[in-house]
């Protein structure tokens, strides 16, 4: 590996401080999933690393205050799966969860990291956009809280200025009537990287038929970034999920998505299993609504 | 590179080391504490060749940094010998012959019993969630399947 210099910090004050006199030139490390591997294929150099893995106390929890879920940025992907706290409407979490790497990755792969990486790869990303999320970015002066479709920027770049910490992930809370779900694709079922990952959230009205909201977000829509796919999801507001309303939305997806082939899938297998995953995925929402 | 002190236990036992920034927890396992059952693979968290239990986690130690392991609780397969539930699992591998070239065997236990004490009766797809982390390039899943499904039927003392 190329050489570095770790610093260990006492607790998230200092580690904040570290970055006000640091942050131009360090980056952070949690866990290391994605970071360790890229230094060591030489992908990227990092002089310095602050090490925050060992600020759980202060920044790993998974807690409800006024309907919304605060989740600290340790947060682990295998405590997103056993959390009571994310049942329910917010079932598309666990699902994406237990999809997550293998049982090694997701024992300590974190919520924060994963959304800091920032590539298509990232499979939390579609989830938390599709739930609106928000981060909250903590450094010595100020806090400010930001909706996490603002914070990706692109492929690997972010809007995190060079003080911050990413220190808690926001979910607010969905409309009434409201589920969800999450699918995801690749060669083989565990540890791989996503050709194609969509998560849905559906909220109907008092009816319970006609859809009020979808939001639906996917890993690429155009470019190497997760975001979501607004048309899809005009082409679904105040219409009963009929066959009709899914070919209209299908056709939205395939007008909105604009996929390239790389070395993994070309541009339109990928977007073939988009439009069938769009089906599964209001299927599975529509029978989440009504098991309750 | 910055060097770091970094007392943990390992299979039990305390130890305190000198470790550089780039030191990962299987360098410090294999080189300085002469833990051999813990295999680099890929080195990227692939393969899993080298998991370990940390703090009761299963992880891949080549992705931990002996920096981070500051007060950790580390655990190889050699700490874990004279468990009962491993010893059956043993077993099974023999009788299986679920090790063909054996450089996954260590890492498979350590996942079977990591699979175990948290699901004493895992089905068949349990299992190969709970497996899904460590390669077998023999590509010998089917035995080891049967092997950890059979020790999981045993009665352990």
Same mark, same amino acid.
């Given at each position: 590996? /190329? ?33 360790? =591997? ?45 959390? =009571? ?40 990303? =579609? ?28 492929? *690997? ?17 969905? /409309? ?43 890993? *690429? ?72 | 590179? +910055? ?9 039990? #036992? ?6 550089? +920034? ?21 080195? #990227? ?53 679920? %090790?063909?070239?054996?450089?996954? #065997?260590? %890492? ?30 023999? #590509? ?11 020790? +999981?039927? %045993?009665?352990?003392?």
């Amino acid at each position: 590996m /190329p050489p570095y210099d770790i610093y260990v910090p006492e607790d998230l004050q200092d580690a904040l401080r570290y970055m006000d006199d640091n942050g131009e030139t360090t980056s952070i490390i949690a866990r290391g999933t994605d970071l360790l =591997p890229r230094l060591r294929r030489r992908l990227i150099s990092a002089s310095d690393l602050l090490d925050i893995s060992g600020l759980e106390k202060e920044m790993r929890y998974i807690r409800e205050v006024d309907g919304t879920i605060q989740l600290g940025a340790l947060t682990t992907v295998s405590d997103l799966e056993g959390s =009571p706290l994310l049942g329910r409407e917010l079932e598309l979490i666990r699902d994406a969860a237990v999809k997550f790497g293998a049982p090694q990755i997701r024992n300590v792969a974190t919520v924060g990291g994963n959304l800091c990486s920032a590539t298509s790869s990232e499979d939390l990303i =579609p989830v938390f956009l599709a739930l609106d999320a928000k981060v909250r970015l903590s450094s010595v002066k100020k806090e400010r809280v930001l909706p996490l479709r603002d914070f990706i920027l692109g492929k *690997r770049t972010i809007f995190r200025k060079s003080g911050e910490i990413l220190t808690e992930v926001e979910l607010p809370p969905l /409309p009434p009537n409201s589920s969800s779900a999450y699918e995801k694709i690749g060669r083989r079922n565990s540890l791989i990287i996503a050709l194609v990952n969509m998560a849905a959230v559906i909220s109907m009205e008092e009816d319970m038929e006609t859809v009020r909201q979808a939001r639906i977000a996917l890993n *690429r829509v155009a470019g190497r970034v997760p975001q979501r796919a607004p048309s899809t999801e005009a082409s679904l507001a105040g219409k009963r999920l009929t066959q009709d309303a899914l070919s209209n939305a299908q056709a939205a997806l395939a007008s909105e998505l604009s996929l390239t082939d790389d070395f993994r899938a070309s541009g339109a297998y990928r977007l073939e299993i988009a439009k069938i995953y769009l089906g599964r995925l209001l299927d599975r929402c529509a029978s989440r609504l009504g098991g309750g | 590179m +910055s060097k770091h002190f970094v007392t943990m236990t390992v299979n039990g #036992t305390e130890q305190s080391l000198h470790v550089d +920034s780039a030191d990962t927890l299987l360098n410090v396992l294999r080189d300085r504490l002469n833990l051999k059952s813990v295999k680099e693979g890929c080195g #990227t968290g692939d393969c899993g060749l080298c998991s370990v239990l940390l703090d009761g986690r299963l992880v891949n130690s080549c992705l931990i940094l002996a920096a981070q392991c500051r007060g950790a609780s580390v655990t190889t397969l050699e700490g874990l010998l004279e468990d009962p539930r491993v010893k059956v699992l043993q077993e099974k591998f023999l009788k299986y012959n679920a %090790a063909q070239c054996g450089f996954c #065997t260590p %890492a498979m236990l350590v996942a079977a019993k990591d699979l175990l004490a948290k699901n004493a009766s895992p089905t068949a797809d349990d299992i190969k969630v709970g497996i899904s982390g460590v390669l077998c390039r023999c #590509t010998g899943y089917y035995p080891i399947i049967q092997a950890i499904e059979e020790a +999981s039927e %045993a009665k352990v003392q």
